[in-house]
């Protein structure tokens, strides 16, 4: 069974620091390109940073210089390392797992909420 779960989120002060965890099982993680979305009350999901199979990073201007993406191939795993929080970065944070053929998975999401 393909599943990518979430976790890390929570409150937290402007200003403050989260690392989000995506762990990955039923896939053969090192070919997914893996991504973090967040989607805010109201508004689209928007892409927040992604990580290719080799390893190149990019990230949306909104959280460059305060985010970064990360993976642990042995681990199965993709992090988010958030710092100076912003009020604005009050999102629901999802995992996303893409493959060059297509296959596309997402996980359940985790709440961050950032407190001014």
């Known amino acids: 069974q393909v599943q990518l779960v979430e976790s890390g989120g929570g409150l937290v002060q402007s200003g403050g620091s989260l690392r989000l965890s995506c762990a990955a099982s039923?896939?053969?993680?090192?070919?997914?390109?893996m991504s973090w979305y967040r989607q805010a009350p109201g508004k689209q999901r928007e892409l927040v940073a992604g990580?290719?199979?080799?390893?190149?990073?990019d990230y949306a201007d909104s959280v460059k210089g305060r985010f970064t993406i990360s993976r642990d191939n042995a681990k199965n795993t993709v992090y988010l390392q958030m710092s100076s929080l912003k009020p604005e970065d009050t999102a629901v944070y999802y995992c996303?797992?893409?493959?060059?053929?297509?296959?596309?998975?997402w996980g359940q999401g985790t709440q961050v909420t950032v407190s001014s």
């Open positions: 996303n797992g893409r493959r060059g053929n297509g296959a596309e998975r």
């Open positions: 990580i290719s199979v080799t390893g190149s990073t």
């Open positions: 039923g896939i053969i993680f090192r070919l997914y390109g």
